[in-house]
């Protein structure tokens, strides 16, 4: 099992198809951590959504200003209406309540043990050092950066500290 962690996905669901295919990402074992921004700039925040809720407990998020905003919209345009096509899109979905009652529950920030919070603290440093290596999925915990869809992309992934 292992623990990975994407950031700032933005609506680029295909992107993140092709990642968690690159990694080996196994839905039934490994769990998925975002740090916030599921929707938005991708053009697919809808199906990154519907994806993204349908891992269940296997996925853990924040919730970042993109997905606050898209919350806002949620509210003020209780028939669709937004000004930003891609959330006008999710409030027009059929599935809309259901998608936007379980991102409302997620929180703004995380908690959690001491080795979590260490792997966190581990890639931001990495990240803050510019040293993050370009590298495929191995047995040994490396930072996996990729470069797939604009310039706010998938941001990083971690494999759990074990």
Known sequence: MATYIVGDIQGCYDALQRLLEKIGFDPAADRLC??????NRGKQSLETLR????????????????????LREHWRFPDGGSANHEIDVILHA????RLLN???RKPHCL?????????????????????LPWATRTKQRRLVVPRVCHS???????????
């Open 111 to 131: 908690t959690g043990p001491l080795n979590f919070l260490k792997i966190i603290i581990k890639l931001l440093t990495a990240a803050l050092s510019g040293k």
């Open 51 to 70: 994806l993204l809720e349908g891992l269940g407990d296997r996925f853990t998020m924040t919730l970042g200003n993109h997905d606050l905003y898209l």
């Open 152 to 162: 706010s992309s998938l941001k990083a992934i971690c494999p759990e500290n074990h």
């Open 102 to 104: 379980w991102l409302q």
């Open 94 to 97: 059929a599935d809309r309540e």
């Open 34 to 39: 975002c740090p916030g921004d599921l929707v």
